[in-house]
């Protein structure tokens, strides 16, 4: 039996794995800013932003294995001379098990997100996908999301 709901303090070694799962993607695509073994959070600061109620943690299971999980963030756009006020969902992590993949688990966690945001007075739902893993972008694309804004670097060796 699947289901999505926020994440829990069991889903901590779930949630670990797939981040190493991201860690390996990163490094592939940039040696240069990824280092091939580490840890994005503590188990401290995992359990601190599964507990936060502002920023939810999803997780998809499946027969109490955690296949996917999402990472999001509110973000509060103040009102501006040039700019309206709006609330963003920022999906800062969004992972689904390299064994779990073509199953739609992405699209079941990005879906549930979609209506949690819609639910919750969200303007838009933004995220980062990195040029180097065209998997995702086009993953992304083909949930219907659009570009948005280009970060653009140059390296200065």
């Not at 999505?4 to 993607?25: N, T």
């Not at 990163?26 to 601190?48: A, C, N, S, W």
């Not at 009102?79 to 098990?97: E, G, N």
């Not at 969200?122 to 998997?135: D, G, V």
Request: proline share 3%; with cysteine; charged share 25%.
């Amino acid at each position: 039996m699947s289901a999505i709901r926020r994440a829990e303090k069991q889903d901590l070694a779930g949630i670990k794995a797939l981040l190493v799962q991201v860690l390996g993607v990163h490094h592939v695509g940039r040696p240069d800013l990824f280092k091939e073994i580490g840890q994005k959070y503590t188990d401290e600061e995992l359990l601190d932003i599964i507990a936060d109620d502002v920023n939810p943690v999803f997780v998809f299971v499946e027969d109490e294995k955690v296949l996917g999980h999402c990472f999001c963030q509110t973000i509060d756009r103040p009102d501006k001379p040039a700019c309206y006020a709006y609330k963003t969902l920022y999906i800062d992590d969004l992972c689904v098990d390299e064994n779990a993949r073509g199953k739609h688990v992405g699209k079941a966690l990005y879906d549930y997100v979609k209506d949690y945001a819609m639910k919750n007075g969200y303007y838009n739902i933004t995220l980062h996908a990195w040029e180097c893993n065209p998997n995702a972008v086009g993953f992304y694309k083909h949930l219907g999301l659009e570009i948005q804004q280009y970060t653009m670097e140059e390296i200065l060796k």
